[in-house]
């Protein structure tokens, strides 16, 4: 991946490469029985948490097949409650739907969907499975279907993410699931991953985008783009926030602030814990780490090979029994 500098893309520095492969080893670290906690110590924490999240979601959609992914999605849809609100994308727009339950029709099991109100006529349509991407959970449950609906545009595409995940990419842009949580300040994260141009070269050219086209944090696009991510400030309290994390989320705490604000909420969630020595809670929140790490029932056969770590960073890890 590269970087623009001054007018020219420069490939990105090793240091980034470390934290993008770091986020890679920690995702194929997802056991059911055994929870693990890694903590940094830097000069410097910007775009710490980024890169490492980039390296949690390639590993996630990299090493599955894009076929179990679609059946995997296809089943939850397919559990869902009757008239759960939905989004169904349809020739590049969001409509509102209302899940009505799973049928057979020509052959195969489809979802089965009510994309018009009641009162208006009721109009139903029949998703196969190999469509089923274009059918999300509505995470605001909606009271009632419009009558005629023309929907909103949805982009669901990005030649970042195409270049990147190649196949996999329609599960990234399609697929609303909290993979990541991150806790830090909300100024600097936003700069990192919205403003920021990166890109790959490809058949000559540099397929460029911001780090949000990988890591599609809810927070900072459009309510209706389906999500991996999720956002929540170090300093927001715990009633102003409604978060809602899969038993196999990780969370990253980019920061001092959030990680002491936030630690007692996602105790037994996966974690990422980074930490500038330049912060004023530093010394406290590497205290609180300290902490844990003695008091923790720690497996003793625990360890990450990272190889040659950059100079200038104190890493601590381990796993416990959840």
């Known amino acids: 991946m590269y970087y623009k500098d001054a007018g020219n893309w420069l490939p990105l520095p090793a240091w980034s490469s470390f ?12 056991y059911e029985n055994k929870r693990w906690t890694v903590a940094l110590a830097l000069p410097t924490k910007a775009y710490i948490a980024p890169f490492i999240g980039v390296g949690v979601l390639s590993s996630i959609f990299m090493k599955s097949s894009p076929n179990d992914l679609l059946e995997a999605h296809f089943q939850t849809l397919a559990s869902l409650e ?23 029709f020509k052959g195969e099991q489809r979802l089965l969907i009510q994309i018009q109100s009641t009162e208006a006529g009721g109009l139903t349509e029949y998703i196969s499975k190999k469509d089923a991407l274009d059918v999300q959970i509505n995470p605001n449950q909606s009271s009632r279907l419009p009558n005629n609906q023309r929907g909103r545009t949805v ?10 995940f190649g196949v996999h990419s329609q599960m990234l842009l399609k697929q609303s699931e909290t993979k990541l949580c991150f806790v830090g300040g909300k100024e600097q994260l936003e700069s990192e991953i919205t403003k920021a141009l990166f890109a790959v070269p490809e058949g000559g050219q540099f397929i460029r985008g911001t780090l949000n086209d990988l890591l599609r944090i809810r927070q900072f696009q459009q309510n209706i783009d389906p999500y991996q991510s999720e956002f929540i400030s170090s300093q927001a309290r715990n009633n102003e ?73 104190e890493l601590l890890y381990w796993e416990e029994e959840r």
Do not use: C
């Not at 727009?93 to 339950?101: D, E, I, N, Q, T």
């Open 19 to 30: 934290f993008i492969s770091l986020g890679g080893k920690l995702a194929k670290r997802s």
């Open 241 to 313: 926030t409604e978060i809602s994390l899969n038993p196999s989320s990780i969370v990253i705490y980019s920061g001092s602030n959030g990680y002491l604000n936030w630690k007692e909420d996602f105790l037994y969630k996966n974690s990422v814990i980074i930490l500038d020595r330049v912060e004023p809670q530093f010394e406290l929140a590497a205290e609180e780490v300290n902490n844990r790490y003695i008091q923790s029932n720690r497996i003793t056969s625990s360890e990450l090979d990272l190889g040659i770590m950059p100079g200038g960073i």
């Open 155 to 164: 982009t669901t595409h990005s030649p970042l993410a195409d270049t990147i």
């Open 82 to 104: 009757k008239y759960t609100f939905v989004w169904y994308r349809k020739n590049k727009r969001v409509l509102k739907a209302k899940f009505l339950g799973v049928a057979d």
